[in-house]
Each structure stands twice: as C-alpha cells, then as structure tokens.
C-alpha cells in the first residue's frame, strides 16, 4: 500500500493538472480567443484543438484575424469581411509550425487575386501562383456555372482536336501538368488567361494556343441574370507506356 503523503502528492498533481487544463480552456475563450480543431472549426474540447485564433474588429468594418498554433507561434493573419469569418478580403499571410513564411498573398471577396508567394518550411522560394484579379460571382443558391458548348465531353474534344505534344517536348520527354485560368464574361467570351501552373515553355504555349481558340462559352448565371465567372483548367502531357499523351482535367470555378 501506497505511504499517505504520496497518495496525497499523486491526488494533489492531478487536480492541478485538471485545473491547468480548465484555466487553458478559459484564457482562450477570453478576449475573442476560439480554440480550433486540425481543420479551423471551432471547438470547446481541448484535447481536439490543434490552433486558437483572435479576432479584432476594425474601425472600416472588417475583422482582423490571427490563427497560432497552440504553441502560440502565428498561422495564419489576415482580414475578413465578415463577423462569421467566411469572406477573405486583403493581405493574407500563412506560416509553419517553425514560424518561417509559407504563402502571401491578396484576397478580394473571398478568392486569391494576383500573385501569391509561396516557400518550402526551411525558407526555399517555391513557383509563384497567379490568381486573376477578376473573380467570379458567387452565391449560395442561384449559382450556375458556366460551361464550354456541348459540355465537358464536348470540351475534351477540342483540347483533342487543338493540343498537340510540342515536338521538342517530346525529343526531350519533358512531362507536366500546365494549369490555366481565364475570366468567362457575362457574354460568355473568354478574357484574361492566366498561367497559375508552369510545367514547361514549350506546354504552357501549346496549352494557351488552345484556350485562345476557344468559342465562347455558355455564361455563369446567378439567378436569371448572366455574371463573370473564372474557370482554372489542368491540361497535362505526359509519356504513358512510352508515348506521348494529354490529358485534361477536371476544371474548376
């Protein structure tokens, strides 16, 4: 049998150690603290929190937000336009656990805009990703997609009968996936293609040469009224068993 005094000590350990959880709980629902969960849903259970976040009102209405993990070094800070967080808008920054930068970049009405920098966790610049600076609209019901003329399956066909693997590309096996956006005006035309994925010289040209030579496109709507709207599209060239191939996928607004 256990000596009183070190039951005691064993008793005395626990109830502080719950007390230290039950503080922890309290001090980050103070003063505009959330506890977050791995995927930033908010969360009251400690033990599921893998990130805290503060949040400050503005004076010109938005909300200033900083994500930390729970070692209190910052993930993530930045400006929404919404009480419910739900629409980025501004300078955004994203860190790792080590504190060194991740990504930064611009929001505008919840969507990447522009160029977004990006780095491995030990501080290695990585590609850059553009983002077009005109978004689509969006809602939560209402919302129709644009689409290509007769459909996706119409739309692989084209990138079939337009895409060819650059002959250089080839004598060199140069493989990769070319990832394009481009603005669909309310007209359905095409407008401001951007490169948001290098893979080559060579297959982004082929990949852009085809996009420019697209008809136009049945416009987004929202509701009844036709709106602008951005399509991203993977094209990509790669060797299959020895021999040229492209394939597309599925694109995304």
Same mark, same amino acid.
């Given at each position: 049998?256990?000596?009183?005094?070190?039951?005691?000590?064993?008793?005395?350990?626990?109830?502080?150690?719950?007390?230290?959880?039950?503080?922890?709980?309290?001090?980050l629902?103070?003063?505009?603290?959330?506890?977050?969960?791995?995927?930033?849903?908010?969360?009251?259970?400690?033990?599921?929190?893998?990130? /805290?976040?503060?949040?400050?009102?503005?004076?010109?209405?938005?909300?200033?937000?900083?994500?930390?993990?729970?070692?209190?070094?910052?993930?993530?800070?930045?400006?929404?336009?919404?009480?419910?967080?739900?629409?980025?808008?501004?300078?955004?920054?994203?860190?790792?656990?080590?504190?060194?930068?991740?990504?930064?970049?611009?929001?505008?009405?919840?969507?990447?805009?522009g160029?977004?920098?990006?780095?491995?966790?030990?501080?290695?610049?990585k590609?850059?990703?553009?983002?077009?600076?005109?978004?689509?609209?969006?809602?939560?019901?209402?919302?129709?997609?644009?689409?290509?003329?007769?459909? /996706?399956?119409?739309?692989?066909?084209?990138?079939?009968?337009?895409?060819?693997?650059?002959?250089?590309?080839?004598?060199k096996?140069?493989?990769?996936?070319?990832?394009?956006?481009f603005?669909?005006?309310?007209?359905?035309e095409?407008?401001?293609?951007?490169?948001?994925?290098?893979?080559?010289?060579f297959?982004?040209?082929?990949?852009?040469?085809?996009?420019?030579?697209?008809?136009?496109?049945?416009?987004?709507?929202?509701?009844?009224?036709?709106?602008?709207?951005?399509?991203?599209?993977?094209?990509?060239?790669?060797?299959?068993?020895?021999?040229?191939?492209?394939?597309?996928?599925?694109?995304?607004?």
């Open positions: 049998m256990a000596p009183l005094a070190y039951t005691f000590l064993i008793l005395k350990k626990t109830v502080l150690f719950l007390f230290s959880i039950t503080s922890a709980t309290t001090v629902s103070q003063n505009g603290r959330e506890l977050l969960s791995p995927q930033l849903d908010t969360t009251s259970v400690i033990s599921q929190a893998q990130y /805290y976040r503060e949040t400050l009102a503005l004076d010109n209405g938005k909300y200033k937000t900083e994500v930390f993990f729970l070692s209190g070094k910052t993930k993530m800070i930045g400006e929404y336009l919404d009480e419910d967080l739900e629409s980025e808008d501004g300078f955004f920054q994203f860190f790792y656990w080590n504190g060194n930068l991740e990504s930064e970049g611009m929001f505008k009405n919840g969507r990447k805009v160029v977004w920098k990006r780095f491995e966790s030990d501080g290695t610049p590609n850059d990703r553009i983002y077009p600076k005109e978004t689509m609209q969006t809602s939560s019901k209402g919302h129709i997609a644009a689409h290509f003329p007769g459909g /996706y399956g119409a739309l692989l066909d084209f990138i079939s009968d337009k895409v060819s693997y650059p002959e250089p590309a080839q004598i096996q140069i493989e990769g996936t070319v990832k394009l956006a603005n669909i005006d309310e007209s359905g095409i407008l401001d293609i951007s490169l948001l994925e290098s893979a080559h010289f297959l982004d040209q082929e990949a852009i040469k085809a996009v420019q030579e697209m008809p136009a496109w049945t416009p987004a709507k929202l509701g009844e009224i036709s709106v602008s709207s951005t399509f991203i599209l993977p094209i990509t060239f790669q060797f299959l068993e020895g021999s040229p191939s492209i394939m597309v996928g599925m694109g995304f607004q």
